[in-house]
């Protein structure tokens, strides 16, 4: 699949377009996060959505920026594992397998030194496709390709919908207005949100604004345009005799002097796991195909570059590409790249392509003469012809940061920030969780250094200080309030433009988390225009918050989403609903050490009297504790728990003792439960079953049907009253 010569479209836009577009969800780009906000909407039930993306391909990270090695590590118990995949993005991930199975023998080819999964551009932007192909076909799913936004309708403080123009090298003259109930900007760049007048921020945040430790005090000469920067990926495959590309404009080998002292490739299987240094090189770091360890025919070896020398840094630019901007707008070479036009920017990313190539030539002559000729030198690579591009490169630059919406709550660095290298919980865990995240701040090396006295000649990176990629992070949720504007109406954000500062950003980035909060946007303004209201009233109502939740998890035509961060939680387990529904809401909280549910624990009298008596607390007054210890074997911090669920229930006569140490069985939870005034399974008390021991996994679905069943407490929206 290549893509479509933007070129051809005018003509046909010309025709077909000239009435205005009436949809009920707009939603404004074509990356994984757009993509999985527009099918979440249109899964649930939204008539008319209408996706309109600036290029031909859909799937950003994994397609269009080229970035096909998957991260998604944390760190259990010392060792690098993948964070637990859910909802949509575990639905493309075993897409990508299936793909790689039926083409490679197996479904994951890459053994690559940063991630299990990978998938080739072309291919990831045909499993985005086939995604959305069943709602586009019933007509619920419009795609609009190769338009960007030019200016945003609105009305007493409500976005009302978006004119879009062609890009460069289309037809001029050539628009296409789309009016929307509702809008949700899911761009690169927050285009939409930007010229909507909806508050946002760009660039680093002060300390003084969050009290965020890595945040400066102060901004210097170049700290306004400071951003995470991008990278132009560069997607190579084997081929026969010399490709090395001509020496790109601006080649100094200074500028890539880092690669001189790097190994280029290691003969590795990465047998030793992700992030294992013996696998660690320029060639397998994030290698797409290993077709020599698996035996595959010549010519199928894949990989991609993404490496710190190639990074772009966005501010300090070259005086070439300060004098293009200046030529186009007086003062634009001051502005952070959110406030350029999207003509402006391309001036940048031309610039960081010639950078990227510049690292390629690098690679094919100075360190092929440094190690020597073999047959995985980069100099028999050759640019991948798949993305249909003349330059064969990817056609968006891969981001790491961009427009960040000034939204109902803000996440923080203190939000999320580890106190050790072992991930464990974040200090910040609202109850309007949409998903759940973790991932190291990670910025690249975000300004440059100038080695001459010629601001257009060599340079290289250099990392700020406090802006690393080495800061630990705990596991987070990330709450609804974060998707709405704290103003403007009609609007939601997706994709990077949400409720975070830059620092957090530099962690809430990655293909997986972006799909996420699509899902968890498309979810919220399905619910918007079901009860005709705006996201602010979502946002500021309990229960449609939880109504919310609800859909996420339990998943509509495909998996459901983590709100909470267990690493042992899938959405095939029976009890994930529960599991995630009661955490959320505070009433089954884990252990401070441990980032495991454990399904198969078998629970004590203790930890039960504890999940039930916070169930209990979210449906009435706790009863006041008496001086005197009703038990002679329950102490402190016990007591609390154990004496509010025996006194706020009818478990009169009490005994002596309590036992907080025996073993739970099913008739033990049936009892307690009953006593409680909460409906019990009669399944519990089966002959036979009784004295079964009682697990966590069967608890917490027990415990989750009896709070659903509730008098007056309206878990479930679907469920019909009782």
Known sequence: MKLRPLILLPLLGALLRAEPIDADLLVVGGGESACAAALQAARLGVGRVVL???????????????????????????????????????????????????????????????????????????????????????????????????????????????IFRRPDGGDPAARLEVRARLTLDASDWGDVIRLSGAAYGAGPDLRSRFGEPSAPEAFDEAGRQEMNPISWCLVLREAEGDQTVPRPRGYDPRSFAALDKTPPWVDSDMSGGIYSMTGWSVYTHRRLVDRWHL????????????????????????????????????????????????????????????????????????????????????????????????????????????????????????????????????KFLPEDAVFGFQFNIDFHPTRRRFLTGDRDGPWQYIHTPERG?????????????????????????????????????????????MMHAGQAAGTLAWICLRDDCQPRAIAADPARVREVQLRLVRGCGGPGVLLWPWQDLAP?????????????????????????????????????????????????PRPPVPASPLY???????????????????????????????????????AWLTRSGLAASPGLVEKGRAELLLTRAEAVQHL????????GHQEDPTRKSQ
Not at 579 to 593: C, H, S
Not at 596 to 615: G, I, N
Not at 635 to 658: K, M, N, S, T
Not at 704 to 711: D, F, K, M, Q, Y
């Open 632 to 670: 002679e074997d329950v102490a402190e911090p016990d007591r609390a728990a154990i004496e509010a669920l025996v006194l706020g229930g009818d478990f009169q006569p009490l005994a002596p003792r309590f036992q907080p140490e025996a073993p739970a069985t099913w008739a033990t939870l049936h």
């Open 52 to 162: 309109v993306n600036d290029i031909d391909w859909l799937g950003g990270q994994f397609s269009a920026e080229g970035v096909g090695c998957l991260d998604e590590w944390t760190t259990v118990k010392g060792k690098r594992v993948n964070f637990p995949r859910s909802g949509l993005f575990l639905e493309v991930v075993e897409r990508m397998r299936a793909h790689n199975s039926a083409r490679y023998g197996v479904p994951a080819p890459g053994n690559a030194f940063c991630g299990t999964e990978t998938i080739e551009p072309a291919a990831a932007a045909r499993i985005f496709e086939e995604l959305v192909r069943p709602q586009v076909e019933a007509g619920q799913l419009r795609l609009e390709r190769g338009w960007e936004p030019e200016r945003v309708a609105v009305a007493d403080g409500r976005v009302t919908g978006v």
């Open 572 to 620: 095939s387990d029976l009890h994930f609903e529960a599991a995630n529904l009661l955490a959320v809401r505070g009433i089954w909280r884990p252990e401070a050490d441990s980032v495991f549910f454990e399904p198969a624990h078998e629970m004590s009298r203790r930890e039960l009297a504890q999940r039930l008596t916070a169930l209990l607390d979210t449906l009435r």
């Open 295 to 426: 035996g595959l025919p010549m010519g199928t070896e894949a990989t991609f570059l993404n490496w710190p020398v190639q990074d772009y840094p966005l501010c300090q630019l070259p005086q070439r590409v300060v004098d293009a901007l200046e030529r186009n707008e007086a003062g634009a070479s001051r502005k952070n790249l959110v406030d350029l036009t999207p003509a402006q920017r391309r001036l940048i990313f031309d610039d960081a392509k010639q950078h990227a190539l510049g690292m390629l030539h690098h690679l094919q002559t100075v360190v092929h003469e440094r190690v020597g000729d073999f047959p995985q030198s980069f100099r028999y690579l050759r640019l991948t012809d798949e993305f249909g591009t003349a330059d064969r490169l990817p056609p968006k630059p891969y981001v790491r940061e961009g427009l960040r919406l000034e939204a109902l709550y803000m996440l923080r660095e203190q939000d999320i920030r580890a106190e050790t290298r072992e991930p464990k919980w974040a």
């Open 704 to 711: 989750w049907r009896a709070l659903r069943l509730a008098p």
């Open 469 to 513: 990629w080495h800061t630990d992070t705990d596991r987070a949720v990330f709450p609804l309030r974060g998707l709405v504007p704290v103003k403007m109406d009609g609007l939601l954000g997706g994709g990077k433009n949400i409720g975070v500062s830059s620092v957090v950003q530099s962690a809430l980035r990655l293909h997986g988390q």
